[in-house]
């Protein structure tokens, strides 16, 4: 998995469209249509991906589905401009 990040970022950070690859370096596969993501983490099980939306919350995508990444963790902006943002996503064991 790589974030490539976009041209015309102006600050130094590792937000960008999000990739995936077989271990071989084939198969390059873009995740999702914004260019605004970061922080992407594996489930343990390999199978899904969680990464932040860019002031967005934080996404959850099944890796080999068509069906579009879900919001897990909304960002939440209340009034004169205070908000709570969702970022660093991170997996926790099932019970």
Known sequence: MLVRPAPNLT??????RLYVVNANGRGLRR????????????SPDGRWLAYDGFELGVYRKRLGSRRPAREVAP?????EGAFVSSV??????RR
């Open 31 to 42: 995740i999702g249509s914004r260019s605004d993501h970061s922080n992407p983490v594996w």
């Open 75 to 79: 960002t939440q902006i209340g009034s």
């Open 88 to 93: 660093q996503p991170a997996w926790r064991p």
């Open 11 to 16: 600050y130094a950070g590792s937000t960008g």
